[in-house]
């Protein structure tokens, strides 16, 4: 299971974004986590499914009712 702090999944361009938006809302700078593959900082588990339970989820009826108008 890898570990990767969202900040880092996101495009260049939103990271940059996201650190405007710290400043002109709150005037802090954002606090980059650390990079992925080093220790520490709040991240999101990632497990890749096989593909056979991809599929399998994927055929899966929805579990709501359709509405009816």
């Known amino acids: 299971m890898a570990k990767y702090p969202l900040f880092w999944c996101l495009k260049p361009s939103s990271q940059a974004a996201l650190m405007q938006c710290q400043w002109d809302n709150y005037g802090e700078k954002l606090d980059l986590p650390a990079p ?8 999101l588990s ?4 096989n593909a056979e339970e ?12 359709k509405r009816v108008k």
């Open 36 to 43: 992925p593959g080093t220790s520490g900082g709040v991240g």
């Open 46 to 49: 990632v497990e890749i499914e």
């Open 54 to 65: 991809i599929d399998r989820l994927m055929r899966q009826v929805p579990s709501r009712p």
